[in-house]
Structure formats: structure tokens, C-alpha cells
């Protein structure tokens, strides 16, 4: 009988590692997720998984840890003997690393290279390794659209420790002949996203203001662009790059870019708010144009109340406060090498992730 391939994922509880885990589980493997101690539940994304019977403790296996903790991870990659790990733990906030850029590399930089020492010591030589690499790793970008020999130039305390990260896995690759890849994905969103990156702010928000819950949102730059995808078709394509024949580096990315302001236009859109815009820079302000509010869709046994949304009404704000000290303005990737070598390509259009995440909040707002 075939074995089950073992994975182990850090950062399981976050958006990425939440998805990837159904992925594995679907696919039989069996897979071990580190998750960090917290003084509040930190599981939300994977309680699904985690209070079947089925599988907890038989096919999905959590164990405390943390990625700056050498010995922890010693311990356990002895204990597991996985035969995949994907390393997506990070301090993942972009304007957050700025705060915190010790503590930011120490995680994203230094734990990449604490679990490749650990691979080693163990003489796990078989395992193979996707690193959660970044397309912040262009940041002021050289070339568009970036493609995986764009030279890199990162903008944030988090995109330069993510770029040792990028580093030291090509150098254990071929110092150590260690079976070791970096997944360069380009923003991905979802339901799961945290809730202080952009997408999920404005989505969020704009559920709780059609609902009469919330008068306004703060942002910060409206008019940086990304190259948004679909998360679950990214965390397939991290299975796919360990399943190439050989270590390397991959793009995974729509090819199409978009303005902070271009989703928040389709984000009130979908829930029937057309905006207009008036003033520059700080003083910019998002204005009700008009509201024809979808009452079958609103309105509900737990939601008995619209928000009282007149035209020119302010809705959006900028606040400076969310503005970043050094700002990556533009990411569009070429993901052809992924698409010709693994297969993989972007499916879910721009329109119908801001669709899928306007639905899945405003239900959330509803049931509250
Ligand atoms: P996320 O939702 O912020 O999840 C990050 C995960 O890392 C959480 O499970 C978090 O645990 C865990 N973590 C943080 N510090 C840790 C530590 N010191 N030790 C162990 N675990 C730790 O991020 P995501 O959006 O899923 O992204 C996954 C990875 O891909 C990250 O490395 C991110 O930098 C990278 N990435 C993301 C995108 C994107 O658009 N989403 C694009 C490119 C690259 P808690 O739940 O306890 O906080
Ligand atoms: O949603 P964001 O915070 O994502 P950002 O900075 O692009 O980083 C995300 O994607 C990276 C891949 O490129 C990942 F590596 C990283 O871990 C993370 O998942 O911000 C997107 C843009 C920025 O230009 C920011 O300045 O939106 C702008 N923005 C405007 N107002 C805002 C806001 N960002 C946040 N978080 N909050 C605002 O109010």
C-alpha cells in the first residue's frame, strides 16, 4: 500500500496555510501544522478542520511552536519527518514591518534559515521546502510586467528580510543540493484574509456601512495598484511547485493590476452605492453619487435595518496615518514560467474576488 506523503505547514492559521491544509488533506496527505501560543483563539481559519473527529490527531496534526525557536523546530522536524514543509509563518504586514523590523526579520528572514539549519541537522536531505516568497520583493519596480529575472528592490523592512529568505533557499539549494523552491506569488485575497490588509478592510467596512453599522473608512493610498489573485488557486500552485521535477523559482500572478480605488469603486458597487470622488491627496474624500440598496439581499431575519445612506454622503477618508515611508506603487507579474512548467494559471477574475468577498462579509455582518 502507498504511504500518505507527510507535510508540515507553519503558519497554518493564516489565510494561506488555512487553504493549503484543505488542499493537502484532499489530497491524503497527512499534515502537521505548528501554531503559535496566544492569549485568545487563533485558530478560526481551520476550526472546521480542527473540531472533525475525522481528522484531527488521524490525518491533521497541530503542535505548538514558533519559527524564531531553533530548538522547537529541531524537535520537530525529528518527531515529523515530513517529506514536504511549507514555510508560510511570517509577520506579514507590510506598513506593520516598519514598526517592528527586528522582530520582522527575525521571523520572515532568519526563521526561513532556521528551518532550512534545522532540515539539515535532522539529515531530512529528501525534504523538499516552499518558501512563501513575495512580489514585495520588487517593490520599486525595475521592470514591468515582473517576471522571476526582474532584479529585485524591495521598499519595507519586510520585503528586504523576505529577500535573505529568497536568498539563503537558492544558497542551501545549491550549497547543499536541498530540494528547496521560492513561490513568488503577487498579492492573493479571499473570505480569509486578515482584516487589516486593504482588500478585507474595504470589504468588511463596506458591509458594516450598508448595514447602518459604520459611517466611514479611513484609508491610506488609493492609488496603488496591485496584481490581485484568487488565494486557494495560489496555495494549489505552492502544491505544484514541490511536485516539479527539481527546486526552483516560480511567479504565480494574474497579470492584471489594479488601484486601491478601483477595488473600493467595485466593492460599493456590488452592494449598490455608486461613488464620486472630490479633493486631492489627504483631503480626498469617497462621496455617495447614489444608493439603491438590493433590499432582498440586505435585509433579513437577523438584519432588520439599512444604513441611511443619502448622496453626498462621505464614506471614505484618507488618512495619512496609513501611509507607508517608502510605498510600492505598482506589481503586475508574469507568471508564463509557472504556467508552462507547472501548469498553473490565475482563473478567478479581479471582479468576482471583490464579488466573493463583499458576499461572504456582508453574510457575516448579517448573522452577527
Ligand atoms: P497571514 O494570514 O498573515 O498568516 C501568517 C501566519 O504566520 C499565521 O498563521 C501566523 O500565526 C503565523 N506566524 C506569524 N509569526 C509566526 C512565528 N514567529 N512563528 C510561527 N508562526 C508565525 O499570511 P498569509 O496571507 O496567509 O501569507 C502566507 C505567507 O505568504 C506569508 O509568509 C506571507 O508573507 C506570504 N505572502 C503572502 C501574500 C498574500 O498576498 N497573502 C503574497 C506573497 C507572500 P498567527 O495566526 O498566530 O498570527
Ligand atoms: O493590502 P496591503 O496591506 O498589502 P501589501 O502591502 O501589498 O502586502 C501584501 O501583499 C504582499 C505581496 O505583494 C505580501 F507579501 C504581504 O505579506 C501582504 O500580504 O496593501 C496594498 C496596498 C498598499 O499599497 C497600501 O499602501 O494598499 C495600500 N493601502 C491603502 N490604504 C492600504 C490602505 N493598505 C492597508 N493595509 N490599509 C489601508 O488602509
Request: net charge negative; aromatic share 10%.
Given at each position: 500500500m502507498k504511504k500518505n506523503k507527510i507535510a508540515l505547514i507553519t503558519g497554518i492559521t493564516g489565510q494561506d496555510g488555512s487553504y493549503l491544509a484543505e488542499i493537502l488533506l484532499k489530497k491524503n496527505y497527512i499534515v502537521h501544522g505548528i501554531i503559535r501560543k496566544s492569549s485568545s483563539f487563533n485558530t478560526g481559519r481551520i476550526d472546521h478542520?480542527?473540531?472533525?473527529?475525522?481528522?484531527?490527531?488521524?490525518?491533521?496534526?497541530?503542535?505548538?511552536?514558533?519559527?524564531?525557536?531553533?530548538?522547537?523546530?529541531?524537535?520537530?522536524?525529528?518527531?515529523?519527518?515530513?517529506?514536504?514543509?511549507?514555510?508560510?509563518?511570517?509577520?506579514?504586514h507590510v506598513?506593520?514591518?516598519?514598526?517592528?523590523?527586528?522582530?520582522?526579520?527575525?521571523?520572515?528572514?532568519?526563521?526561513?534559515?532556521?528551518?532550512?539549519?534545522?532540515?539539515?541537522?535532522?539529515?531530512?536531505?529528501?525534504?523538499?521546502?516552499?518558501?512563501?516568497?513575495?512580489?514585495?520583493?520588487?517593490?520599486k519596480v525595475q521592470e514591468i510586467p515582473q517576471t522571476e529575472k526582474t532584479p529585485f528592490y524591495p521598499r519595507s523592512p519586510y520585503g528586504v528580510a523576505k529577500l535573505y529568505a529568497y536568498w539563503i533557499i537558492i544558497n542551501f539549494r545549491e550549497a547543499y543540493n536541498l530540494f528547496a523552491s521560492n513561490g513568488i506569488l503577487f498579492n492573493h485575497e479571499s473570505p480569509r484574509r486578515g482584516e487589516t490588509f486593504v482588500t478585507r478592510k474595504i470589504t468588511r467596512a463596506a458591509a458594516q456601512i450598508v448595514l447602518g453599522r459604520q459611517n466611514k473608512i479611513l484609508l491610506g493610498n488609493l492609488d496603488a495598484k496591485r496584481d490581485w489573485g484568487y488565494a486557494p488557486e495560489y496555495c494549489e500552485g505552492m502544491w505544484r511547485i514541490l511536485q516539479h521535477k527539481e527546486g526552483d523559482d516560480f511567479?504565480?500572478?494574474?497579470?492584471?493590476?489594479?488601484?486601491?480605488?478601483?477595488?473600493?469603486?467595485?466593492?460599493?458597487?456590488?452592494?449598490?452605492?455608486?461613488?464620486?470622488?472630490?479633493?486631492?491627496a489627504e483631503k480626498e474624500k469617497g462621496i455617495v453619487k447614489s444608493f439603491e440598496p438590493d433590499r432582498n439581499k440586505l435585509l433579513s431575519k437577523n438584519s432588520k435595518k439599512i444604513g441611511k445612506i443619502r448622496k453626498g454622503d462621505i464614506i471614505i477618508e484618507v488618512s495619512p496615518s496609513y501611509y507607508r515611508p517608502t510605498e510600492v506603487e505598482l506589481l503586475v507579474g508574469d507568471s508564463s514560467k509557472a504556467k508552462k512548467l507547472l501548469g498553473w494559471q490565475a482563473k478567478t477574475k479581479f471582479e468576482d474576488i471583490v464579488k466573493i468577498m463583499v458576499d461572504a462579509d456582508l453574510q457575516k455582518q448579517i448573522r452577527k
Open positions: 478542520l480542527y473540531t472533525n473527529t475525522e481528522i484531527l490527531n488521524k490525518k491533521l496534526f497541530l503542535h505548538y511552536g514558533d519559527i524564531v525557536d531553533t530548538s522547537n523546530l529541531n524537535r520537530l522536524l525529528e518527531k515529523i519527518q515530513p517529506d514536504e514543509i511549507y514555510n508560510l509563518a511570517a509577520q506579514s506598513l506593520v514591518s516598519f514598526q517592528i523590523p527586528d522582530y520582522t526579520s527575525q521571523v520572515d528572514a532568519l526563521g526561513t534559515l532556521r528551518i532550512l539549519d534545522a532540515i539539515r541537522e535532522t539529515g531530512l536531505n529528501k525534504t523538499k521546502f516552499y518558501q512563501a516568497s513575495t512580489s514585495e520583493l520588487f517593490g511567479i504565480l500572478a494574474t497579470g492584471e493590476t489594479h488601484s486601491v480605488r478601483e477595488f473600493t469603486e467595485l466593492t460599493f458597487k456590488d452592494l449598490g452605492i455608486e461613488l464620486t470622488w472630490r479633493g486631492k
